[in-house]
């Protein structure tokens, strides 16, 4: 089972987006058979298995194994990832292109971690070794000294882009966020 599977086919969201689906998604964290997750739910068997082959379908669910009860073959499925993201792609960009965007605004801020999200769901979670770091804090910063702290995360980053920049090495991808937590009052 994958840590994170990044959503980006409209099907894989259609099935996905039902409420039922869902309640049978986060049962199927463990492998079951269909009429053990109807005995759980409160529904017919039918009605389950219906919900589970469109959850197979989109790759969201795995038949992860099979066994003969009363000359009947019963399968047992799990859920394919522990969390699922929907890519922002699904609905489309509406305005202006990210080029085109002031990179102070909110805009270019919900288009970098868009961006984000989709690159570090393409990582194999399966790989020995993934070098990253994630930092998060907050800062306090009064109104007059706003922009010279703007200023000096820009320089300070900048900094950063020059001294490892070259064409050689493993790439890295920065990607910083700096956003207020509440409204600003001007």
Known sequence: MRDVLYLEELGQAEALLKPQRVEVLRRLAEPRTCTELAQLLGQTPQRVYYHVKRLVEAGLVAQVAERRVRGITEGSYQATARSYWLSPRLVGRIGGSRATRDELGLGYLL????????????????ARELPSVGVSGEIRVRPEQRQEFLDDLRSTLQELFTRYGGAEGDAFKLAVACYPTEEIDE
């Open 111 to 126: 288009d970098l971690m868009e961006e984000v999200q989709a690159d570090v769901a393409r990582l194999d979670p399966a």
